[in-house]
Structures are given as structure tokens and as C-alpha cells.
Antibody, heavy 117, light 108 residues
Framework: QLQLQESGPGLVKPSETLSLTCTVS????????WSWIRQPPGKELEWIGS???????NYNPSLKSRLTISVDTSKTHFSLMLTSVTAADTAVYYC???????????WGQGTMVTVSS | EVVLTQSPATLSLSPGERVTLSCRTS???????LAWYHQKPGQAPRLLIY???SRAAGIPDKFSGSGSGTDFTLTISRLEPEDFAVYYC?????????FGQGTKLEIQ
């Protein structure tokens, strides 16, 4: 059974880079689409971006200038890098996947990231 | 960007009742481009409906989705205690894929 697990620092300073990894277990990363979605405290979900196993990406335009999503098929994980973070980037970050790039059936448990000095 | 507006923000109901949740999009989307999730406190969202009316794997048939154009609904035919959660609609008609602000279903 495919499972996802997010990992990364829980605290990032303003203007620095937020880096998260999603480890894939129980299945192959060499198929499907892999996505990041976030949820600020008490707010709705926001799609961040997606990547296919071939490396093709699709980013939310509101984050595109600061965002990099990559996939490492040999190590069965995919990653998110968000530069120049501010308090507005404080959120629970989820990784998720599906056979379609536009919906998400399998989710990680989420990881809380706080941007604060 | 397609904006999704859900109503009402909160619904107080009792187990056994039937409920219909509303999701309105700011522009017309394909009837097959709407998904529904629910989320319980401290948990990740769970996909219920995709492509407007298709149930995700493992989702019971008490959940049904419908709609077209700019108006979509999720119906739960008979509420059970585990159904009380926040429900989100999401459009996958055009990028960026956006979510509604959620409807909280609470036990009366």
C-alpha cells in the first residue's frame, strides 16, 4: 500500500528557504503525479504544485517565482523548495499523489512549518 | 483563477439526517472537473468524489456528487458520526487548482 511521509524543519526564518522531502514507500515513484498542498492555520487548502515522475512540473502561479519541486526516482522521494519565505508561508504542508495531476487520493500526514525569527 | 464559494460555512445536523452541501464556482467549469474532500481535525483531507460524480476507492455510496456549470453539490444520504468533519470542494478544470473555504458539518 502506497504511503507518503513528509520531513523537514518545523521552523524557518523569514527570507530563508523552506525545504521539505516526501518519502514514498510501498510503491514505485516511477509513475503517478506527485504534489504539494498546504493549509495555513484555520484556513483552506492551497495547491502548491505538482511533478510527474518524468520531471514535468506545474506550479501555482502565485508561488512559481519562489518554488522548485523535484523528484528523485532512485531514492524514492520528491522535494519542495520555497525561497524567501515570510509569515504567510506558515502552514501545514502535505505531499499527495494520484494517477491524475489534478486530484489527490493518497496524502501524507502533513508537517507543520512555522516561519518566524 | 477559479474561485470556489461553499455554503453554508457551518451546518448543525443530527446522525441519520440527509444533507446537501453547495459549491459555486466563479466561472463555468466542466461537470467532470469538480472534486470533494472531507477533513477531520488533525488529519489530512480524504478524497470522496472526483470528476464531479465518481466515488473514490473505498467511499460508500451514501456520498454522491452532482452539478454543472457553476453550481455543484455533495449529498450525504444518511449522516453517521464519522461524517462530521469539514468538507471542501476543489476544481480541476484549470490551473491553479483551487479549493473552497469549506463547510463544517457539526453534530447538533
Amino acid at each position: 500500500q502506497l504511503q507518503l511521509q513528509e520531513s523537514g524543519p518545523g521552523l524557518v526564518k523569514p527570507s530563508e528557504t523552506l525545504s521539505l522531502t516526501c518519502t514514498v514507500s510501498g510503491g514505485s515513484i516511477n509513475s503517478r503525479y506527485w504534489s504539494w498542498i498546504r493549509q495555513p492555520p484555520g484556513k483552506e487548502l492551497e495547491w502548491i504544485g505538482s511533478i510527474s515522475y518524468t520531471g514535468a512540473t506545474n506550479y501555482n502561479p502565485s508561488l512559481k517565482s519562489r518554488l522548485t519541486i523535484s523528484v528523485d526516482t532512485s531514492k524514492t522521494h520528491f522535494s519542495l523548495m520555497l525561497t524567501s519565505v515570510t509569515a504567510a508561508d506558515t502552514a501545514v504542508y502535505y505531499c499527495a499523489t494520484d494517477s491524475s495531476p489534478t486530484r489527490w487520493f493518497i496524502w501524507g500526514q502533513g508537517t507543520m512549518v512555522t516561519v518566524s525569527s | 483563477e477559479v474561485v470556489l464559494t461553499q455554503s453554508p460555512a457551518t451546518l448543525s445536523l443530527s446522525p441519520g439526517e440527509r444533507v446537501t452541501l453547495s459549491c459555486r464556482t466563479s466561472q463555468s467549469v466542466s461537470s467532470s472537473s469538480l472534486a470533494w474532500y472531507h477533513q477531520k481535525p488533525g488529519q489530512a483531507p480524504r478524497l470522496l468524489i472526483y470528476n464531479g460524480a465518481s466515488r473514490a476507492a473505498g467511499i460508500p455510496d451514501k456520498f454522491s456528487g452532482s452539478g454543472s456549470g457553476t453550481d455543484f453539490t455533495l449529498t450525504i444520504s444518511r449522516l453517521e458520526p464519522e461524517d462530521f468533519a469539514v468538507y471542501y470542494c476543489q476544481q480541476h478544470h484549470s490551473s491553479p487548482y483551487t479549493f473552497g473555504q469549506g463547510t463544517k458539518l457539526e453534530i447538533q
